[in-house]
Structures are given as structure tokens and as C-alpha cells.
């Protein structure tokens, strides 16, 4: 059995291939920026009980840095419970390189929870700007959006007549926003929370201008010199549910959006079922 888990700040998708049958679950997700692998797994390991034979374990996770230090942890964690696998730990966005492109050479990103972007060549990783977490970067992602939406609102830059209607919806005040953003266990959750509500009123003039202008940050950041006919993938349910602006912010730019996906998890599963014990 060979099971996959694709991580991400807020969710972590699971398949696993078995006599030729994949089985799929979702678990809380992990980003190593600020969470602890051994505690995620305590809170995970029931709901994995059914796969804890798995010969192979591939795991792909947010917030990995080149420490070997933090891929030793993770591996250490999930060791205790998947006592006969092979344990394989890699980025997020090797997961998304892997899911978008196979075997072939191309440009790979994320949007999502957090934000990256990377040119992969078939085999590794060849040119990555780190997406610097919430706090420093992550720009084009949920978690920057919901920090755009919610600075505005305090600031008083937001359109009345929406912040009205924001108001009324989550009920927030300045003191709640600040404790959520700086005293809650999860502040990248929160902010990504805002992406749905976004999405909801994306007709709203001061909405897509929100998204477009995120997008245009993102290509500033990790796309700054677009080369002619190179295709660029997304995955992720930002690009995902977004896509109609991602590709015009992109068309806009000359840049040349190829596949968009909301999970890796379906490309990552052709890429390793040929390895199946």
C-alpha cells in the first residue's frame, strides 16, 4: 500500500493505492512554519488507522525548509506510527511541481491557503523563491486576501456600503480582528477564512479588485520575467476558484496560464501508482 498525504495550512488531502483501488480522506492540515509534526499526528492518527500497514509513505508539506533538521522531525513523528513504511517527506511545492507537470518540465505553482511558484524540471526543483510564510510573503494567497480585506476594513479604505455588509456578516470589531490575528492559534487560518466570503461577493467592484491586485503581487514576487511560450500550472483553491481572474491578471502580463487544478493529490496519484507494492 502506498499512501500519499498532501499538506497544506488548512487541510491535508490523503490517498491510498492499494489492489489497484484508491481510497481518499482529509485531515487538519500542517504548515512546519508553526506547527509541531508530532502533535499533528497525535490529532491525526486515528483517522489513519485504516492505512497504518502502508509499505510507503509519501508526505508533502507546507513550511519544510532545506534544514534537514525539519524533514528528520516530520519522518521521526510519523515513524512512530507507521512502524513498516518508507518514509518520504517533501515540500508543497514539489507536490505541486509533481501533480501538475509528471515527469515533464514546467512552471509549477500555488495558490491556496499560502502562495509559491517554482520551475521544475522533470525531476527537481530548479529555481524557488521562498514564499516566506503569512507574516512575510505568501502574496496571491487566501491568507494575504483575508489580511488585504480586513486592514481595509479597519483602516476605513474599504467601500461603506460593503464594509456595512461585512460588518454585519462576522460581527467583528477592531479588538476581536487584533486578538485573532495575534493571539489565536492559527492567525494564517483566519485570515484565509475571508477567501469564501471574497469569492461570495467577487461582483463587487471593490472584490475583484482585491483578487486582481493580489495576483498582480504574486507575479511581481515569484514571475518577474515571463519568458515567451512557457506555461504556467496552479493548484490550489485560490487559482481554483479564481481562475477566470488569475488567467486575465496573467493574459494581462503576456503569461501563459496552462493547467489549473484545486489539489495536486489526482496527479501526484499517477506519479507514484507505478511504484505500488
Not at 490550489?236 to 494581462?252: C, E, K, M, P, T
Request: aromatic residues 12%.
Amino acid at each position: 500500500m502506498i499512501l500519499i498525504g498532501d499538506a497544506g495550512g488548512t487541510t491535508t488531502n490523503w490517498r491510498a493505492i492499494a489492489d489497484g483501488k484508491i481510497h481518499q480522506l482529509k485531515t487538519r492540515g500542517l504548515n512546519l512554519a508553526h506547527d509541531r509534526a508530532t502533535q499533528y499526528m497525535e490529532e491525526v492518527s486515528e483517522d489513519l488507522l485504516p492505512y497504518q500497514e502502508a509499505g510507503e509513505v509519501h508526505f508533502y508539506v507546507s513550511g519544510l525548509t532545506n534544514d534537514p533538521a525539519d524533514r528528520q522531525a516530520v519522518v521521526a513523528a510519523f515513524s512512530v506510527f507507521f512502524k513498516n513504511a518508507d518514509i518520504l517527506v517533501e515540500n508543497d511545492v514539489l507536490a505541486a511541481a509533481r501533480g501538475l507537470c509528471g515527469h515533464q518540465p514546467g512552471w509549477a505553482g500555488i495558490l491556496g491557503t499560502g502562495a509559491n511558484l517554482t520551475y521544475f524540471d522533470g525531476d527537481k526543483l530548479i529555481r524557488k523563491i521562498p514564499s516566506l510564510g503569512y507574516v512575510l510573503g505568501d502574496e496571491g494567497s487566501a491568507a494575504f486576501m483575508g489580511k488585504r480585506l480586513l486592514t481595509d476594513f479597519l483602516r476605513g479604505e474599504m467601500p461603506s456600503a460593503f464594509a456595512d455588509t461585512f460588518a454585519r456578516r462576522f460581527q467583528l470589531d477592531e479588538k476581536a480582528i487584533l486578538m485573532q490575528s495575534y493571539q489565536s492559534d492559527s492567525p494564517k487560518s483566519f485570515f484565509a477564512s475571508f477567501s469564501q466570503f471574497i469569492h461570495q461577493h467577487i461582483r463587487n467592484p471593490y472584490c475583484y479588485r482585491l483578487v486582481y491586485e493580489s495576483f498582480q503581487t504574486h507575479f511581481d514576487v515569484f514571475y518577474k520575467n515571463p519568458v515567451a511560450g512557457d506555461s504556467v500550472h496552479y493548484t490550489g483553491s485560490v487559482a481554483f476558484y479564481f481562475s477566470n481572474i488569475l488567467r486575465q491578471v496573467a493574459s494581462d502580463r503576456q503569461i501563459l496560464i496552462g493547467h489549473i487544478t484545486e489539489s495536486p493529490l489526482a496527479g501526484l496519484t499517477l506519479y507514484h501508482q507505478k511504484t505500488e507494492k
